[in-house]
């Protein structure tokens, strides 16, 4: 879905092969936008009385994802193409190695633009020169910057260069891995691991919903359900089904409940 709604091809260095992302955003983001329509039809339902249905479809959803590449292409004609890990329209705005990592910078005006360069790396020519002086004369003149702002902040530590951009309203961050991020602790204060019981494998980990509500926090973890763990549940509760019906439809291999699931492995 990533290659058939245009994705892969704005992802990727300039002149490398398209590139997928590394996570399956177009079925959350599908996903998404169906848990917001049930809401919005339930909503209405409460207003009108009436029910109706929702139409979700994957790729939909990845076009609408497209956002302002899809806007640029459908009102100039023009396609985008790749920038790697910069961006097409603001510059610089993207990732940077620094003395002992990588960060990722995003100056998205000229006056961040200016405090990066005279209160940050101390570096006032890259200010005053007129090549640099507006996002749109930077965005055309970035091959002229970027080597020169790359050996500015190659000269800075991590941390230390992170705690003078954030002192200056300059939007950045380290780049991460995974074990880093889980480590951090902005995920400590927010409290984003959650531990819940399992009942064969002792306890699970998993991140906690990102919706937090004042006056309706989300339930307890539990672990995710086992292969047919609430079949039988859900047919004689939900559907009203009887046990015997239930008994037959496993007999069938229509549906495979708990405990057929347990003596399957």
């Avoid at 209405?44 to 029910?51: I, K, L, Q, S």
């Avoid at 006056?111 to 006032?124: F, I, P, S, T």
């Avoid at 539990?222 to 009203?240: Q, R």
Wanted: hydrophobic share 45%; aromatic share 6%.
């Amino acid at each position: 879905m990533q290659a058939e709604t245009g994705f892969m091809s704005i992802t990727g260095e300039i002149a490398g092969e398209p590139m997928r992302l590394g996570v399956a955003f177009v079925d959350l983001a599908a996903g998404s936008n169906a848990a917001q329509a049930i809401l919005a039809a339930l909503y209405a339902r409460e207003r009108t009385g009436t029910g109706q249905s929702i139409d979700i479809a994957l790729f939909d959803s990845a076009l609408h994802f497209l956002a302002n590449i899809a806007s640029g292409y459908l009102n100039t004609g023009i396609g985008p193409t790749r920038f790697g890990n910069a961006h097409a329209s603001i510059v610089p705005y993207q990732l940077f190695d620094t003395a002992d990592g990588c960060i990722a910078l995003a100056v998205g005006t000229d006056q961040q633009y200016r405090r990066l360069c005279c209160d940050v790396l101390g570096c006032e020519a890259l200010w005053t020169d007129e090549r640099f002086r507006t996002n749109a004369a930077r965005t055309r003149n970035r091959e002229q910057l970027i080597p020169r702002l790359a050996a500015e902040l190659g000269r800075h530590a991590t941390a230390a260069l992170l705690s003078k951009l954030r002192q200056h309203g300059i939007p950045a961050g380290a780049v991460r891995s995974v074990a880093d991020a889980f480590a951090s602790q902005e995920a400590l204060a927010r409290d984003v691991v959650v531990t819940a019981a399992h009942p064969r494998l002792d306890q699970v980990r998993m991140v906690r919903s990102p919706l937090r509500l004042s006056g309706s926090p989300t339930v307890a973890a539990i672990a995710p359900p086992g292969l047919g763990e609430h079949t039988s549940e859900v047919l004689a509760h939900v559907l009203g089904y009887s046990t015997e019906r239930i008994a037959a439809l496993e007999r069938q291999g229509a549906v495979l409940c708990a405990d057929a699931a347990v003596t399957s492995r």
